[in-house]
Structure formats: C-alpha cells, structure tokens
C-alpha cells in the first residue's frame, strides 16, 4: 500500500459541515406527527415510592400519554450492564462482583436524585415539562449515602438490601512481598489523596427519537451514543424483536467522552413511548438534566504508600482504594480494574499490594469518562512521587529519571492481568524518552533557575511532572465493511461511531491508501447498526486500532479483487497490476490505466459471459485484538500561584508522548488538546458537589465549572514513536490520554509553586478558596517558611 | 427546562411600558438584555405572569454624557458602555470587559444589571462609587432619583416599587487626574466574582487624598461602598502603611457569605488583599496619569 494520505496532516473531511452549521444531530431529526418527552425525576436522593397519581397530568393540555411503572411493566427489563469479569482475570485475581439492575422507570425505591420515575408525553416540550408538574408521586425518603467510606462500612443502611453491604466490587491484587519491602525500606511515604467527582460535560447533550413502523413491525430510533449497537442489543431485549427489525443510528454526536458510552433509561423508554403512542417521539435531554442524571464520574480516596531507598529507587507501592460508583454499579469491573492496572505506569515498581473496593451511594451511577481509572491512578502516583522527592530533598525529575522504564526494559510485563485478563505486557516505547522529551520542551533547568530568581521577588511559580501508561484500543474487536458502488467509489462502514473524533477523515486516509483511490472517494459510515450487523463502538482509545485494522485488511481484499478484474481486461497477471489515484494499470506501463468504473463494469456478466470475478467489491473483517496497546506521554505543567489570593494561573503546558504511528498528526493534536482542556477542568476547576441529604449542590453550567479557552494556555506536543507490534498499522489510542494527567502534573506545579510555604496537595480542583487555604492553615498566619 | 407559562407583552414605548407595569405589579418581569430573566425563566425559578419585554420602547436607548455625569438608558447596552468607555473612561472599560462575556454583553444592558442586583456583580458597586443613581418611573407616582446608596437592599433585591420601571442610571465619573484600581478574584475569566474590589482616588496639591471611593462586591447581600476604607485615607498621604491600613479597615466592616466556591473567611481576607492592591493602583496612577 503506498502512504499517500496515511501519516498526513489532512483536513478535518466533516470540519465543514460543522463549522456552516449544517452537521445534523439527533434533535435535527424532525418527522411529520412528532411527540416531545420530559420526565418526572426523583427530588430525593434515597426514597421508597409510595404511590404515583397521574390522572391530572394526563388531562392536561396537549398530554397524549403518562406512563408510569405499571403501564410500561411489559417492557422493563434490567437495563444493560458492562464490565463482567473475564475468565483470564477471573483465573487470577479474586474479584468479589456484584451488580444491581436498573430499571428504566424507578418502581419502588429511587437511589438518585434525577432518577426517573414517570414519563410524560406532549405535543411540545414546554407543554410535557408543563404537565409534568402535575404528577404526584408520594415518597417516603430514607436516609441517604453520600459519602463513598461511610458507605464502604456502612452495614445498618444499604442501598441494594440484598447485598448485605454496600461493596459493589471488591479484589486485592499485586505482586512480590510489598510488606516486607516496605518494612526494609530506607525510606516510606504515605498520603491520602483524593480525586473528586467530575464529569465529560460534552457540548451535545444527550437525545432520543424513535419511530414504530406498524407496517414492518420495525423500530428506528435515533441516538446520540457511542454504542449503537449496544443500544440495538438492549432494545431487543426489552421490546422482544429481532434486530434487523430494530435500526439504531447515531448520527453527528457533539462530544461523548464516555457519558454516552452507557445504557441510559431514555433509550428504552423513548421507543415504548413511541410503541405505546403509535407516533414518533422525541427527547433531547436539557442541561438540568444532563448535570442530574447523565454519569458521572471519578471519585476516588487512595491511600497510597511508597517505599524506596535513600537514593530514590522505588522498592514497593501499597495503596488501599476506595471508589464512588454511583447508585447502580453500571460498569462492573471497569473501573476499579482500570484504576489498579495503571497505577505504577512508566516507573519499575518491583512490589505492589493493592485493595480495591468500589462502593454505591445515592448518586447518579458513574460511568467510564476519558481515562478511566487512569486520571486517579496517575493522580495518586504522581502525588506520591513528588512527596517521596521531597522526603528525599530530591528533585522530582531525578526521581523519575531513576525510576522510569526505557526502550531497553521493552515489552516489559507487570506481574498482574490486564483486565481483559491477558498478560499485562508494555507493547512498546521508552518512557524515559518521553521524559527527557518534555523537560527539554519545557526547558526544565531554565524553568528551575527562573523560578529561584522570581522566588526572591515574591512570585511563586512551580512546574509538575506527570507521566503515565495507557492501555488502550480495548478489544476485543471492531468491524469494517468496505463496498464499491459501480463507480468505484468506496463506502467504509463500521460499528465505531463518532463523536467528534474525525473518523470521516482517518479512517479515510487507510482506506483510501490500501485501496489505492482518492481520499474523496471514500465515504465512511459509522454508527448505524443497518449498515453493518456487529460492533463494539467508539470508547476507550480503541476506534482507530480496532476499526482501522479491519478497514485496512477489508479494502485490501477489495483491492485484490479489483486487481483480478483488472488484470483481465488490461491482458496481465493479477500480481502485475497495481491500482492508484483510481486507476488500474499495468505496472511500469502508466499508459495502460483503466478507471476503476470500467473494471467494474467489466465484472458484470453479459449474454455472452459471465464476468472474470463477481461485480460485489466488498469486505467485511472483524479485526480481533486480544490485548491493548500502550500509549503512553509525560506531561509537564508551569504555573504561577499567588499566595495572597490562592489564584493559580497555568503558563505553560507540554505533552511529550507516543501512540505509536500517527494516521493524522492534526488529529491526534486536537485530541491531545481536548483531552488536556478536561483534565485542566478536574485539575482546577470541575467538581460535582453533593450536600449531606445527597442533593446535588452543582447543577447548573453557573456552578460546575468546565475551562474556556480563556483558562487555556497554548498546548505545547512533542511526537514520539514507538509503533505497536499489535495491530497491522503500528498504531495505538489517543483519544483518553490528553486527559488523564493534567490533574497530577498541576497539582505537583502548585505545591511546586509553593514549596516555600510547606504545602501538601491532597485533593483536586484546585480553586482559589482552596489554594488559599492550604497556605494559612486555619488561623495561622500566611508567609513562607525560609 | 422550559419556562412556565406566561403572557408575553411587547411594549412599543415608554408609556406603555408603564401602563403594563401598572396594572400587572409584581405579576411582571421586565425583559431587556434577557441575559438574567431568561435563564431565571427556563429554569422556571422565575414564574412571571407577564414578561413585559421593553426593546419597543426605543425612547430608553442611549448614552449622554452630561453635567460630569454619564446618563445610560435602559436599553443601552453592556457592549455599547463599553466601546463608548473604551479610551475615555479606563476604570470602566476595565470593570466591563469582566462582565460575562461579548457575547453576553451584546444583549445585556446595564440598567438591567444594576436592577438586577447580584451582589457579586461588577456593575452595582462600580455605581456606589461613582455616586450613581437610577432614575425610575411609575404610571402612578412619576419618576424619581434612587441613588445606588438606597438602592440595593439585599440579594436580586431592589428598593423599587413592584410598577416602577428602571429608566436610566447615572454615573459620576472620576475627576481628570483620579486614578483607579479595579480587582476581582473569579473561577474563570467573566464569572461573577468570589470577591472584588474598585477604587478611585484624587489626591489634593499636597499630596493627601482629597477624594475617596472604595467599593466591593461579592462580599455579602449587597454591593458595598466603604466608608471606613475611604475615612482611613481622606485628607492622608497615600503611604503603602496607611492603603494597609484602609483596606484592612474596610475588608473587616464587611460580612460576607460563604457559598460553594468560598468561605466568608476567605472573602474577608481577599477583600483586604484586592482592597490594598486597587488602592495602590490608585495611587500609582494618581502620580502618573491614567
């Protein structure tokens, strides 16, 4: 395959639409006789329900139906659940598992505030938010669970009584004798840290339309999820229909980031409505409720120690965990597992001893969002990192210089599983590289000598370091199909959808390239469960290897075939055609080129013959990756803090990083860059906040902060790269990894920034009220310790 | 979020306007910029029977300066005080470019946001201290001059009657020679503030301070104007001991809240911080120029 457009910087195919205004999201989708849905939510956060009257609601103007609990009963089932655990983990680590299932309309008992309890549908939005007020649901509240340790020992209030506790996940795992290494060390540190709870927040909320075909007994609905095909699989389920006659399809989808990688009541309950109307309907989740009740995420407390000898060579990590799953644990696994299996990241940790329990509380369930565990694992290490230097009165970076693994430790294998149960073995890389990298980007002995000049003058500046591993383009398989229309221009369909990840364009650059056509004759067709029958969908890191190695080996074989057409007719053998730029010709013979059109036409058969090959070029290949690859990247953050306010002001911020060949060096930039921007977000800005009673205190966009580009300096990215043996294209994920350090590496600047005062960060964000305080420990008196 | 239900009257003049207000009270809401009401509205936190929209009413356009004062209509926008401030009027070119952003400031206006009285609010205490006032009218009672001193009585709380209709604010604008400062410490850039300070000063041929305004916001139910700070200095050199010593004088009369994102200690002890910071800014441009 030439590398025509493969590697190339190529403009963003769907930025135009986008930027006239005229992508087309789910609440584009109009239909003729179209209802609008609003819900009637939970105002507790723990409440047994008593009983619902709707006859008021159901009278009002414009209403066309009420549904509560028992006049959709038929339909409720569970809703879905991820994140089981697989054999090969399962064969290894002790994991203790338990799931409760939702159900789409709460029956008895809401664990939430914003769980939904009935559904309302009108001729418009306002008129169903209208009647909406006049459903009364009598509940009697129980007490709530908010805070994730009390939780964690709480035995006399449970969220699921059946549990007998309040544990959803528990496992302890590691290699080597920590214990003992701790107990020998030189030196041991130990903190409690804690990550808050925050969310993706993408631009474009949540959205549902479906429409019942009483004709063909089919439904389509429209969705703006990262798993249609997830999606398709619940409804089949639910409405017991087979799933050619249940279309999904997620069209523009304005930011994902994982909160709409779960399964959400609205997607069933959007579908009955339509069943039970017999007329579309539509609802496009509002702010209000986006902040309510879409997942959250995060919520970590570690209590991390590390062991290491006086020199600052690590021995030994131990951290207990515990972790905030919301009120139904949706993800399983997921996210305690991804927490662990990332925690020791780029350093040679020779002991590990992890215990792990994620517990519910009455929160909105929280679900995997851009990074996954890896924000709070790296948040916990870093931290501890920094606390050892300075135990040490070493110099961070020295510190990470003795510990981080180089290209000569590659494929480097950590003593435990990954979580999809296979071995957990770095695939490629130099960390230490990446390191060097970034200091040199930031100019890290400048920046040193700066900051010890500017001290002298009262400004605190400081600069943090955080690097970390990435298992990414989780498996175990995406698909890709790839047609010719007669033409010869290419469809590429797969079950990767995108939401803003630039697929139109990426996975274009491999098609079009193996195919040997121009980039503007591919046309790629994601997240639409009719245009092909299995997918796994867009999270994780994993669209590009998992999608572009299927649409690589299918349009290999569409070119293979295109090459035996081509050869009968241009009288070679198939091996001596090549095809480019749309053209089949004889090799070192240019002026024998045919248009692939007429290839295609010549594979027809005729009254006279059938053709040389069957007229259908297509592909289908379900690519199978059984383990991740790793990406990884050190992030180096330069911030200035003013002691006096507690305002801290980032200056610089350099991402040095590999993810092995690039398709698009514009697109992972911007991925780079989104991912950086949430991450400064949970680092200084971002926290869903709820009271003791479990209201949520954060509910509007006024009060959960997410950074404008005003609170962004320039992204500064060095390109490293260390291809992947484990995929055809030597590729590995992206899409996460921007945003799974910048808590860490800001957090490390700040107390950095303020060294002199004797500071230690334990919690993000970082706002100035709390800045300010760990400055002036209550009632004492400001100024740095010289 | 959709809003309650409500009857929308667009008045086509001032008089109009007035008659609606009085006959509907506090059933109504004034709608002008929207930049408040209508979050307030969708949000159904707000459930006005009447919204009276004003933009018809094209008479409460404008800005004049006139007699040392700037006269600001109420469907004067936040972005059209700010071109017109923009090289003439520095202290107020700065405090608007932290109001919200363009885009928020293309449609809001500034009477709208002095009525609308957010304690955290940049333009309310840019009002006390610049001895503004609103005049108002009512279909009943004619019109009167509020001064922004009796202006404000507590959060999103106005002393104006449930018919009167904010017409037009006032602005004394600092003296030529006054220098200013204007501080605020928020989440993100065009927050309302956690706590913010201004200041203008105008020193007398020796060098003593001859006039004085100190003002805060986001430090309680309401824009402040401190007359401790300001008595701290008047008639004083300027000496960084002696603007300490006012600004700490003035942050401690002050009792502020504490929310999500601060506790009222904080805010107490930024106030003194910015407080000290705009009056040496103050003082620095009084002895350069502006």
């Known amino acids: ?786 | 979020v959709k809003p309650a239900p409500f009857d929308y009257v667009l008045a086509r003049s001032l008089a109009e306007a007035l008659e609606v207000l009085g006959r509907h009270g506090e059933a109504a809401k004034v709608l002008a910029g929207g930049q408040s009401l209508v979050p307030l509205l969708n949000l159904r936190l707000a459930r006005p029977a009447v919204v009276l929209d004003i933009n018809g009413a094209t008479e409460l356009d404008g800005l004049t300066p006139a007699d040392g004062e700037l006269r600001v209509g109420a469907l004067a926008r936040l972005r059209g005080l700010e071109r017109w401030a923009t090289g003439r009027a520095p202290l107020l070119e700065e405090v608007l470019r932290l109001v919200g952003h363009p885009a928020i400031r293309v449609r809001g206006t500034v009477v709208g946001s002095l009525v609308h009285a957010d304690p955290a609010a940049e333009l309310p205490a840019l009002l006390l201290c610049c001895d503004g006032a609103v005049r108002v009218r009512s279909a009943a009672a004619g019109e009167r001059l509020v001064s922004g001193d009796a202006l404000y009585l507590g959060p999103l709380t106005t002393s104006l009657r449930a018919d009167e209709l904010a017409v037009e604010a006032r602005f004394r604008l600092p003296p030529p020679g006054a220098g200013w400062g204007f501080a605020e410490v928020a989440r993100r850039h065009g927050d309302f503030a956690l706590v913010g300070s201004l200041a203008w000063l105008a020193l007398d041929p020796e060098g003593r301070v001859g006039q004085a305004r100190l003002g805060f916001f986001g430090v309680g139910a309401t824009p402040v104007r401190s007359q401790a700070g300001e008595a701290a200095l008047i008639g004083r050199a300027p000496s960084p001991e002696r603007v300490r010593e006012a600004a700490r004088a003035a942050a401690a009369a002050l009792r502020p809240e504490a929310d999500l994102h601060a506790t009222a200690d904080y805010r107490r002890r930024v106030a003194a911080v910015l407080a000290e910071r705009t009056l040496s800014a103050a003082v620095c441009r009084c002895r350069s120029g502006p």
Not at chain 1, 104 to 132: F, H, K, Q, T
Not at chain 1, 574 to 589: H, Q, S, T, Y
């Open chain 1, 1 to 786: 395959m030439g590398a025509r457009y493969f590697g190339a910087a190529v403009r963003r195919r769907e930025d135009p639409r986008f930027l006239r205004g005229e992508g087309r999201y789910v609440d584009d989708v109009k239909l003729p006789g179209l209802l609008h849905a609003a819900f009637v939510r939970s105002p507790h956060a723990h409440a047994r329900i008593r009983a619902v009257r709707t006859d008021r609601a159901a009278g009002a103007a414009g209403v066309a139906r009420v549904l509560a609990f028992a006049d959709v009963a038929r339909w409720m089932r569970p809703l879905p659940l991820f994140g089981a655990v697989p054999p090969g983990l399962a064969a290894r680590v002790n994991v203790t598992l338990k799931q409760a299932p939702q159900l789409a309309l709460a029956r008895d008992v809401v664990r939430y505030v914003g769980e939904i309890v009935v559904m309302v549908v009108a001729d418009s939005r306002a008129l169903a938010e209208d009647a909406c007020e006049l459903v009364e649901v009598e509940y009697e509240p129980l007490p709530a669970l908010v805070d994730p340790l009390a939780a964690a020992e709480a035995s006399d209030l449970l969220l699921h009584a059946e549990w007998g506790d309040n544990v959803a996940v528990r496992f302890a795992t590691g290699f080597g004798d920590a214990a003992r290494a701790i107990a020998e060390a030189d030196v041991l540190v130990r903190e409690r840290f804690e990550i808050q709870r925050y969310v993706g927040m993408p631009l474009e909320t949540r959205g549902v339309v479906a429409r019942w075909d009483p004709r063909d007994g089919a439904l389509t609905t429209w969705n703006g999820t990262q798993v249609v095909h997830f999606v398709q699989q619940g409804l089949c389920a639910a409405l017991g229909l087979p799933p050619h006659k249940v279309r999904v399809i997620a069209p523009d989808v304005g930011g994902g980031f994982g909160t709409k990688a779960s399964g959400y009541p609205e997607d069933l309950l959007i579908p009955v409505a339509a069943i039970a109307c017999r007329r579309p309907v539509k609802w496009i989740e509002d702010r209000r409720e986006h902040m309510a009740a879409a997942a959250h995420a995060r919520g970590q407390v570690h209590d991390i120690e590390l062991a290491a000898r006086r020199d600052g060579t690590f021995l030994a990590v131990r951290d207990r965990i515990v972790m905030d799953l919301g009120a139904y644990n949706v993800w399983g696994i997921v996210l305690p597992y991804n927490t662990v299996a990332h925690l020791l990241g780029p350093h040679r940790v020779p002991h590990l001893a992890v215990e792990c329990r994620g517990v519910v509380t009455n929160k909105v369930p929280n679900a995997p969002y851009r990074g996954a565990g890896r924000p709070e694992a790296v948040f916990a290490m870093d931290r501890i990192v920094d606390r050892l230097a300075r135990a040490l009165g070493l110099d961070p970076a020295a510190v990470r210089r003795r510990n981080y693994l180089s290209a000569a430790d590659l494929p480097y294998e950590l003593a435990i599983p990954y979580r999809d149960g296979n071995p957990l073995v770095y695939d490629s890389g130099d960390f230490r590289a990446g390191l060097e990298a970034a200091l040199d980007a930031v100019g890290y002995e400048a920046v040193r000598g700066e900051q010890a000049e500017l001290r002298r003058r009262g400004v605190y500046r400081g600069v943090g370091i955080s690097g970390y591993v990435e298992g990414t383009a989780i498996g175990p398989y995406e698909g890709a199909t790839v047609r010719l229309d007669p033409a010869g221009r290419a469809v590429v369909a797969t079950g990767a959808c995108s939401q803003g990840q630039g697929h139109e364009t990426s996975l274009a650059q491999i098609a079009a390239d193996a195919l040997g056509v121009p980039l503007d004759w591919v046309t790629v067709v994601g997240g639409d469960t009719a245009a092909i029958p299995f997918g796994v969908g867009t999270f994780a890191s994993r669209s590009a290897v998992n999608a572009g190695s299927s649409v690589l080996l299918a349009a290999r074989r569409v070119r293979d075939k295109l090459a035996q057409a081509a050869a009968r007719l241009l009288e070679a053998a198939p091996a001596d055609v090549d095809i480019d730029e749309g053209m089949a010709f004889v090799r070192g013979a240019p002026s024998s080129r045919v248009d692939l059109a007429r290839v295609i036409q010549a594979a027809l058969p005729t009254f006279a013959a059938a053709g040389p090959v069957t007229p259908d070029f297509e592909a289908t290949v379900y690519h199978h990756q059984p383990t991740v690859t790793y990406t990884s990247a050190v992030h180096v953050a330069l911030v200035e803090v003013d002691p006096a306010t507690g305002v801290v002001r980032l200056l610089r911020y350099v991402v040095a990083h590999d993810c092995g060949t690039v398709i698009n060096p514009t697109i992972v930039e911007g991925q780079i860059h989104g991912g950086v921007a949430q991450g400064v977000g949970g680092a200084l800005l971002e926290e869903m906040v709820y009271d003791e009673a479990g209201q949520l205190l954060t509910g509007t966009l006024m009060d959960y902060l997410v950074p404008t580009a005003m609170e962004l300096p320039a992204i500064e990215t060095v390109h490293l790269t260390y291809p992947s043996p484990r995929n055809p294209l030597g590729i590995k994920g992206i899409g996460e990894g921007g945003a799974i350090s910048p808590p860490a590496a800001i957090a490390n600047a700040v107390e950095d920034a303020l060294a002199p005062f004797g500071v230690t960060v334990r919690r993000t964000p970082l706002g100035p009220a709390v800045v300010e305080a760990l400055i002036r420990p209550a009632g004492g008196a400001a100024g740095p310790r010289t």
